[in-house]
C-alpha cells in the first residue's frame, strides 16, 4: 500500500497509508485542520541483503559484510565460486584423458610396428593365454 506525506500551511507534516483508489492529493491536517497538500519525495529505497557471517578460510578472520568478504577475496588472491567451475573442471578433465588415451595408442602402435615378428607373436600369445581378446589389424601404408 502506498504511503502518502502531506504538509499543511502550519508547516505540520505527516503521512497517510492509502491504497491508489482512495488517495487524495488534499488533506485535512490532524493537529490543526487546516488543508493540507501532498508532498512529493523520493521512494525510501531499503536494500535488503543476506547476511554475510563466516570465517575465513584462509587465515581465519571473522567475516561479516560483503565489504570484507570482497577484501578478504581480494587480499588472498581469490575470486568468488561459481558453481559452473565443477563443469568447466570435468569437461577439462575428459577432454585430456582423451588426448591421453589417443596418445598412448598411437605410441603403443609405433612400438609394434618396430618389433619384429617373433616379439609380435610373443605378445600375442601372453594376452590370449590370459584371456584377453585380440585383433589382429594390419595397416597398409
Not at 488517495?23 to 541483503?49: D, E, G, W
Not at 543476506?50 to 570465517?55: G, L, P
Request: aromatic share 6%; proline share 5%; glycine share 4%.
Amino acid at each position: 500500500m502506498p504511503i502518502y506525506e502531506y504538509r499543511c500551511g502550519s508547516g505540520h507534516r505527516f503521512t497517510r497509508f492509502d491504497t491508489v483508489a482512495n488517495h487524495q492529493s488534499l488533506r485535512l491536517c490532524p493537529t490543526c485542520f487546516a488543508a493540507s497538500t501532498q508532498i512529493i519525495t523520493a521512494p525510501a529505497m531499503v536494500k535488503v541483503a543476506q547476511d554475510v557471517c563466516y570465517d575465513s578460510p584462509i587465515d581465519g578472520k571473522p567475516i561479516t559484510s560483503w565489504a570484507a568478504r570482497e577484501e578478504d577475496l581480494k587480499r588472498s588472491n581469490c575470486r568468488p565460486y561459481d558453481p559452473e567451475q565443477k563443469t568447466d573442471a570435468a569437461n577439462r578433465r575428459k577432454a585430456e584423458e582423451a588426448a591421453l588415451d589417443t596418445m598412448i595408442e598411437a605410441h603403443a602402435e609405433e612400438v609394434t610396428e618396430k618389433m619384429t615378428t617373433a616379439q609380435r607373436g610373443k605378445i600375442w600369445s601372453e594376452l590370449t593365454e590370459q584371456g584377453a581378446e585380440a585383433q589382429v589389424i594390419r595397416n597398409s601404408l
